[in-house]
């Protein structure tokens, strides 16, 4: 037991801070390590996914994103979220909606909960100190730059604009050859120097004398406090002790999201279909769409024939 819990906890150190909603899956009890995907595999599904919104959103196929097109598909994207924080339907999302909808989402990811209440609170110190809070308040931040008319709510116009300020500045960055379109190259190289810069980021803040340099103590405090966060995560009810069934629950919910994000081939996607000789109606079942039954007293109109061209 003593071993499963170390392992437990060294999963979670690896894996924690890439995978969310840790704390959703604690009823998984037939879970194991030896079921989780291969690095490799995940790799492959990862990249699928980016063809796959590229693809999406290169809506002429003309193996490029425009600018148009880059902001189109991030308002259809952003837009699914609109509509769920808009509980009542009306087209606004009122401060009480975003804040439920926020609430819902960070009570499912506790990792990115933390992360957003240690920074709410640094905010609030630098207010106590005169400095300006809002500028370390993520939350608050977002909230500012989407309300441009400050009601206190968030209109379809307004989301609608923020979207496509943020799209462009984003694609003005990536675009490198400056010919108005991203290529599958340029969108590759946006994502590692977005993860460039989070590295850059993370060595200047952990370099607190700013000179440049990471000493032992700065080094070791970088370490540290996500260690805390990590032990505050797995410390379930927050004794200040972790236990072999504390350290197994965690393993079992990393285990549980990690496995979500494996997405195996179906039996009729076109390589299985090709390997096994077999039609996509003998892989599986084809759904029959027809034309919708007009209900009862309601007269069907009939559709006249179309000469042949």
Do not use: C
């Not at 170390?6 to 894996?15: E, K």
């Not at 995907?37 to 959103?57: E, H, I, S, W, Y």
């Not at 308040?137 to 500012?144: K, N």
């Amino acid at each position: 037991m003593r071993n499963d819990a170390r392992l437990g906890m060294s999963v979670l150190a690896l894996g924690l801070a890439m995978i969310p909603g840790v704390g959703r899956a604690q009823d998984h009890k037939d879970l194991d390590l030896n079921s989780i995907p291969g690095p490799a595999t995940l790799l492959r599904d990862v990249q699928n996914a980016g063809k796959m919104v590229f693809m999406m959103a290169d809506v002429n196929h003309d193996g490029q994103v425009s600018e148009q097109e880059a902001i189109d598909a991030n308002h259809l994207l952003v837009g699914g979220f609109f509509f769920r924080a808009d509980a009542d339907g009306n087209g606004v999302v009122s401060e009480q909606e975003a804040k439920a909808v926020t609430d819902r989402y960070l009570n499912q990811n506790p990792w990115l909960r933390y992360v957003v209440e240690s920074l709410q609170a640094q905010a609030k110190q630098k207010g106590a100190q005169g400095s300006n809070a809002t500028a370390s308040d993520p939350l608050r931040s977002i909230e500012m730059l989407i309300d441009t008319n400050n009601d206190k709510q968030i209109q379809a116009t307004e989301l609608r604009q923020a979207v496509q300020t943020i799209t462009q500045t984003i694609f003005a960055a990536a675009d490198t050859n400056r010919d108005g379109q991203m290529s599958p190259s340029e969108v590759n190289a946006a994502v590692a120097g977005g993860i460039r810069s989070i590295a850059q980021a993370s060595f200047q803040q952990a370099d607190t004398d700013n000179n440049g340099q990471l000493s032992r103590a700065e080094y070791d405090k970088a370490i540290v406090e996500p260690a805390n966060v990590v032990f505050q995560i797995i410390d379930l009810n927050h004794d200040g002790q972790i236990s072999p069934q504390e350290a197994q629950t965690t393993e079992r919910a990393l285990v549980s999201q990690v496995k979500m994000l494996y997405l195996p081939e179906p039996p009729n996607s076109l390589t299985n279909l090709i390997e096994s000789g077999k039609t996509p109606r003998e892989a599986a079942p084809l759904p029959s769409f027809s034309a919708p039954v007009p209900r009862q007293g309601q007269n069907r109109q009939p559709v006249a024939p179309q000469p042949p061209r």
